[in-house]
């Protein structure tokens, strides 16, 4: 009576710990499969720096805007960003001053901004790379956040933007932009 009493209870834990190991391969299967859209920003322009000092962070929000002084005109410029499956739309920009380089010919932009000159731009971009300095303090905002990548790097950093699909792993190994401090160390 005993011995098939243990012989049960030997088989619901064997049972027991059969489902667990195919619940745990199912899950690990499933966190390296499954991917979420972000925007990824890294900084390529740093000289002597390895892999690991390279600021890189994402956010998942699929709207976002780019803002700096321009350098000539040394007036607030705004670009405003749709993160696609392909790429990046570039839907609108804005700017406080009309100088050289500046789109004229498109439609004004639908919604207007007080004391900006706004042209609907919809360019379709597989990616950006951004040139930054203290000087033209350049910034990402997206939803409730304001990024000052320019603290972040060493002036005329080259920050590409980038469209990518992270899985849970990838997530774990980035940073949120907005998570990291107001200088870009970790």
Same mark, same amino acid.
């Given at each position: 009576?005993?011995?098939? #009493?243990?012989?049960?209870?030997?088989?619901?834990?064997?049972l027991?710990? @059969?489902? +667990?190991?195919? @619940? +745990?391969? =199912?899950?690990?299967?499933w966190a390296v499969s499954t991917h979420q859209s972000v925007i990824e920003v890294r900084v390529d322009g740093v000289e002597d720096a390895d892999e690991s000092d390279k600021v890189v962070c994402y956010f998942i929000e699929p709207n =976002?805007?780019?803002?700096? $002084?321009? /350098?000539v005109e040394k007036q607030w410029w705004e670009e405003q960003y749709l993160r696609e499956s392909?790429? #990046?739309?570039?839907?609108?920009?804005? =700017? &406080? @001053? =009309?100088?050289a380089g500046t789109p004229s010919t498109e439609a #004004? @932009?639908?919604? &207007?901004? /007080?004391?900006?000159?706004?042209? &609907? $731009?919809?360019?379709? #971009?597989? !990616?950006?790379?951004?040139?930054v300095s203290r000087l033209t303090k350049g910034e990402i905002d997206y939803a409730d956040y304001r990024i000052l990548i320019h603290q972040w790097v060493?002036?005329?950093?080259?920050?590409? $933007?980038?469209?990518k699909a992270y899985n849970l792993i990838d997530r774990f190994n980035k940073? +949120?932009? !907005?998570e990291l401090s107001s200088d870009g160390s970790q």
């Amino acid at each position: 009576m005993m011995s098939k #009493l243990l012989n049960k209870r030997s088989w619901l834990w064997l049972l027991t710990g @059969a489902a +667990l190991v195919v @619940a +745990l391969v =199912f899950f690990t299967l499933w966190a390296v499969s499954t991917h979420q859209s972000v925007i990824e920003v890294r900084v390529d322009g740093v000289e002597d720096a390895d892999e690991s000092d390279k600021v890189v962070c994402y956010f998942i929000e699929p709207n =976002f805007q780019l803002r700096w $002084i321009h /350098s000539v005109e040394k007036q607030w410029w705004e670009e405003q960003y749709l993160r696609e499956s392909d790429g #990046l739309l570039l839907t609108t920009t804005y =700017f &406080q @001053a =009309f100088g050289a380089g500046t789109p004229s010919t498109e439609a #004004l @932009a639908p919604v &207007q901004k /007080s004391g900006y000159v706004g042209y &609907q $731009i919809n360019e379709r #971009l597989p !990616h950006l790379n951004w040139v930054v300095s203290r000087l033209t303090k350049g910034e990402i905002d997206y939803a409730d956040y304001r990024i000052l990548i320019h603290q972040w790097v060493p002036d005329y950093s080259e920050v590409t $933007i980038t469209p990518k699909a992270y899985n849970l792993i990838d997530r774990f190994n980035k940073d +949120l932009c !907005h998570e990291l401090s107001s200088d870009g160390s970790q």
